[in-house]
């Protein structure tokens, strides 16, 4: 085989390395205007790392399994992620799940050497997105956007037939991370929701959980929250992460009692294949808000607050807490 030559750039040389591969392709780039714009003598990309090594998309185990599912393969597996988002593909409609899945990295998110300019740093999409189960409903966030792929439910509200809810199973509900549907108030049962007021926050996920420094543990703060409730110590601002807790709370205590849920935990699942109507809707908001959503109403309380009081009420209860606020 003929030796050909593979040219890497350094700070501002080209180096030229022998190797026993015929190269047909020779692009050089070197100089400030390249390499260096990202690989700068600052820690700016360690640091991202580091940060994001912390969060669980960095340190989860999920994408193992997971992503080799064609239907889990979009958000579980950060190449398949990558393949989906420029065929144009939605998240059900993966023909085959990824052989070598890979954590959502840097690459999953960000447009790394496609240029070898500070380009690169571009998120790989920030177009709005249609929720792919629940028709009409479009989520346009800015840069909030390409989290919103895969932060949406992948179940619409169910419909009973004949009176009853028929198709649970273990995993039946909305499906990890409906954040998004829960902001703009939809995809709960028996209740019609709004846009909460945080959609109007610019860039949305990206503010709330990165900050103006990008923080990339994905982790909330509540400095962020003081910009506009500036007397906030902690995330139960006006005491409604509380007064959500303890609805939810009250519904999975009924719903573990009438045999629908398997414990009164985040990880509480369902135990039954079908349910009447009223105990099928009250089953599908507690998933939504205490399995799935998990902000406890941080992401839109008013609708979080008629979810749960829908369930108590259909499940024959009074909600334990007056509404103040619906």
Known sequence: MRTGHLWLCVGVAVISFACDRNVTHVEEVAGPAGCTDCHTSTDLITAKHTQWAESRHGSGTSFE???????CAFCHSGDAFVDALEAGLPPNQ??????DPTRQDCRACHRIHETYTAQDWALRTT????????????????????????????????????????????????????????????????????????????????????????NHTFEPSVERCQGCHTDATDFDINGRQTEIIALANQLGDMLVTAGLLSENTIDGHPIVTEAPEDQGIALWNWLYVH????????????????????????????????????
């Open 94 to 99: 993966l023909a085959a799940g990824d052989p």
């Open 291 to 326: 399995h799935e959503d998990r902000s406890f109403g941080v992401h839109n309380y008013p609708y979080t607050r008629a979810m749960l009081d829908e369930g108590i009420t259909r499940m024959g209860g009074t909600p334990v807490i007056a509404s103040t606020n619906k």
């Open 65 to 71: 399994e997971e992503g080799t599912n064609k239907s």
């Open 127 to 214: 177009s709005a997105v249609s929720f792919y189960a629940i028709p009409g409903s479009t989520f346009d966030g800015g840069e909030g956007n390409l989290c919103v792929n895969c932060h949406q439910p992948r179940r619409n509200a169910p419909v009973a037939v004949d009176g009853v809810i028929k198709g649970i199973s273990e995993h039946w509900g909305p499906h990890h991370g409906p954040q998004s549907s829960m902001i703009l108030g939809v995809g709960g049962a028996g209740v019609t929701g709004t846009v909460h007021g945080h959609y109007a926050i610019e860039n949305t996920c990206v503010h709330c959980h990165m900050g103006d420094g990008r």
